[in-house]
């Protein structure tokens, strides 16, 4: 069975449909980027994955004992959380509060698991900072340690790059790509970078304004009609 199986979604806010007849399985070890123009519904696919939201149609079946609570979550940051006063450490071990229950302590593995992904991630020197103070890169390292502490199974990422400079927009492709490659966590992740799909991806998923317009093997996509003049659309914006 899929890790993660969405059948016949219709999505949207009060009734009103922003895509639907989605229908996209992800197995274990996949790198699905989510593309498509802006209020297409791909963030809105997110949270519904999440259960922040429910579908207004269809069901989202979980394989290979996934459960709701091993979902590693990266979102799009708002400029009030970019100022967040608390310490590296804080935020990383934050991402483990689906672990904790309702005790009002970290465990010793708890602890130590956010110590091993901050080393992961190479922010250990970082941990006694405070959030804020950090660079854009930085503190997407952060998230993605945070967000590592919830699981070892499936990452959702949301624009995990919006507003880094080159540098770190290769850095951060880099350590997702390890985490997949390496450390076999699934991957699914919203983008607006083309270029990045095309390199880092296994599978695409296009979603059009109430529809979608394409799921597949990356192979197939760039080789497709759609893909093309969709690549050629946003590298004329680049």
């Given amino acids: 069975m899929a890790l993660l199986t969405c059948q016949d979604l219709a999505l949207g806010y009060e009734g009103k449909k922003v895509v639907e007849n989605l229908s996209f399985s992800v197995d274990s070890g996949d790198y699905l980027c989510v593309v498509g123009e802006n209020g297409s519904g791909k963030s809105t696919l997110i949270k519904t994955l999440l259960k922040l939201m429910p579908p207004i149609k269809g069901q989202i079946l979980t394989g290979d004992g996934l459960k709701q609570n091993e979902i590693g979550y990266l979102p799009q940051q708002t400029e009030v959380q970019k100022d967040f006063p608390a310490s590296v450490k804080e935020v990383v071990l934050s991402g483990c509060l689906n672990r904790s229950g309702l005790g009002p302590f970290y465990s010793s593995g708890e602890k130590k698991l956010a110590l091993a992904n901050m080393e992961k991630l190479g922010i250990t020197n970082l941990a006694k900072r ?36 080159p540098k770190a927009t290769a850095d951060m492709y880099q350590l997702i790509e390890k985490l997949n490659a390496a450390d076999g966590i699934t991957v699914i992740m919203i983008s607006h970078d083309i270029g990045a799909a095309a390199r880092y991806a296994s599978h695409i998923l296009h979603i059009g304004h109430q529809k979608p317009l394409f799921y597949g093997r990356k192979t197939d996509y760039t080789a497709s009609e759609l893909g093309r003049a969709f690549c050629l659309a946003k590298g004329d914006e680049a």
Avoid: F, I, M, W
Avoid at 137 to 164: F, I, S, Y
């Fill in 130 to 165: 405070c959030y804020r103070e950090l660079s854009g890169g930085q503190q997407q390292r952060v998230l993605l340690a945070r967000a590592l502490c919830a699981t070892h199974k499936l990452l959702l990422l949301d624009e995990p790059v919006a507003g880094l400079d």
